[in-house]
């Protein structure tokens, strides 16, 4: 069974820590990347993606078909539009854990509604980016429970 843990972010995430701290943190992406490897030891092993386009996110997805154990996904704001992600979600068949850093709820109407939580089996909103290595710890926990 595959070992691989793909962690795929979305349009924006790449300013993350740059931008808009009071709503994100001072945070930057390859800080959450080293933390979920960390946390993997050598037990599991991270890729860490981040696209600003619909098309390379589904792509991702349909590759971890191949070669991953579990996706834990913050898809930004195609969270809220993107059936294309939605429907690569649902022919992955592991754990799908989506992530957000802020609380959607807490925020704008048109956040409230998310398309990956139709698929996702569990969902971390407004932990910051420690809600990235809740993802990783549940999707290995998952994927141990299943040898
Ligand atoms: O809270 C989250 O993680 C979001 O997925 C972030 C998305 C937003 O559209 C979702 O509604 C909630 C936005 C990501 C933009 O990230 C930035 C980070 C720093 C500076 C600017 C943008």
Redesign the pocket.
Known sequence: MSRLITILNG???N??????PHI?GYDTLETVENNCRTLCRDDFEVEFLQSNHEGQLVDWIHRARETSCGIGI????Y??TSVAILDALNAFEGPVIE????N?HK?ESF?HHSYISLRADGAIVGFGIEGYEAAVRRIMTVVEAQK
């Open positions: 349009p924006n995430l300013l993350l820590g740059k931008r808009q994100y913050n898809a930004g704001a969270t809220h992530i957000h850093i802020s959607v925020r956040r």
